[in-house]
Structures are given as C-alpha cells and as structure tokens.
T-cell receptor, first 113, second 116 residues
C-alpha cells in the first residue's frame, strides 16, 4: 500500500522556468510533509517541509503548497536552475515518537540549460 | 562535521553468504535510521535506534536481518543467508531528535548490495 505517491517518474523543464513536482497521499495521520533531493551517488538531502496545519511554506526559490482536502502537495521551484536536476522525493511523517517518515517513489527532474 | 558515513559503498556477494554494513552517524545525533531503496522506489524504513535502543522494526526486516548500535554510536546492519531479493541500496540516516517539528534526517551515501 503506497501511502505517498508521485505519479510522474520524470519531468523536464527549461532553465529559468518553473518546475512543479506533485505528490499525493492517502493517510490522514500524517502531520508533516517533507521534500528531499537526491543527486546520483549521494544520499537524499532535506529540502523543505510543511506542517499539515499550513497550506504554504516558502524557502528561497522553493515553495511547497498543501491541499489537505485533496490530499495533495506540490513543490514549486522558481526559477529552475541546471543544478536543480536531481531526484525529488516527497515524504510524510507519521506522528510517532521518532519521526517515522514514509517516502514516495521520487520524480527525476531535468533542468535543461 | 563530516556527515553520515557508510562502509562499504559497494558489496557484491554470492547468494547464501552473510554481509555486514556499518554506519557512522553525525556524532551528536541520538536517532539513527536504516532504510532500503530499490530501483524506482523511495527509501523504505527498516529500523530505528534511539541511542543504543532499537525501538522500531519494519515488517520488511525479516529474521535474516539484524541491526545493532552498541554504545549509541555507530550502527551495523547484518544480513544472513543473503537472497537475490536483498539486492538494494541500504541507507543510513541520523537526526538530533528534539522538538515538535520533524527533525531533518541526514543521510549517508548508502551501501549498494548486489547478490549474485
């Protein structure tokens, strides 16, 4: 049962344009949502998070939007840069005592110069 | 701060052999996690340590898998009698573990296991 879904395995965007990565979830018990970025041969690195009680969180070029009624979130990258080319994982925290995080399958973003 | 390190980076083994992986977390982090990642999937939670105590194990962690974190520092993950289905990237992460908001988990580069 895949509780966190990323239905687009890949996305290509021109440099300078907006990248929008989408994520859907099924479990209403998630209290935080996170995005991680992964370059080849490296582990994932944390990018941005949002509480389930918020609908938007912004950090520089990265903004995450949460639509709880639709169980949907998205990551916007504006403007996109070639260095943003990576695999992006959407993740959700189950409210437990130890930050158990469930990851989606990832979306591979290519930013074309 | 040298980050989370994992050793070895790559391991090729024959089916039926035992393998052991090591993870060195960031020194002041008391939470340590093991994940498994297969092609086209995100990391899947395997187990969690709070200091030296193993507090959670996923049903993915069969009896052939065992993890330890002696003295709450480095951790080892052992797979006994490896099977081809064990081929995957094994990721370790650590976090400081304080506060209400989720703590950023710092991942190591992973150990890629290939079982032939």
């Amino acid at each position: 049962d895949q509780q966190v879904k990323q239905n687009s395995p890949s996305l290509s965007v021109q440099e300078g344009r907006i990248s929008i990565l989408n994520c859907d979830y099924t479990n209403s018990m998630f209290d935080y949502f996170l995005w991680y970025k992964k370059y080849p041969a490296e582990g994932p690195t944390f990018l941005i998070s949002i509480s389930s009680i918020k609908d938007k969180n912004e950090d520089g070029r990265f903004t995450v939007f949460l639509n709880k009624s639709a169980k949907h979130l998205s990551l916007h990258i504006v403007p996109s840069q070639p260095g943003d080319s990576a695999v992006y994982f959407c993740a959700a925290r189950v409210k437990t005592s130890y930050d158990k995080v469930i990851f989606g399958p990832g979306t591979s973003l290519s930013v074309i110069p | 701060d040298t980050g989370v390190s994992q050793d070895p980076r790559h391991k090729i083994t024959k089916r039926g052999q035992n393998v052991t992986f090591r993870c060195d977390p960031i020194s002041e982090h008391n939470r340590l996690y093991w994940y498994r990642q297969t092609l086209g999937q995100g990391p899947e939670f395997l187990t969690y340590f709070q200091n030296e105590a193993q507090l959670e194990k996923s049903r993915l962690l069969s009896d052939r898998f065992s993890a330890e974190r002696p003295k709450g520092s480095f951790s080892t993950l052992e797979i006994q009698r490896t099977e081809q289905g064990d081929s995957a990237m094994y990721l370790c992460a650590s976090s400081p573990g304080a506060g209400e908001a989720p703590n950023e988990q710092y991942f190591g580069p992973g150990t890629r296991l290939t079982v032939t």
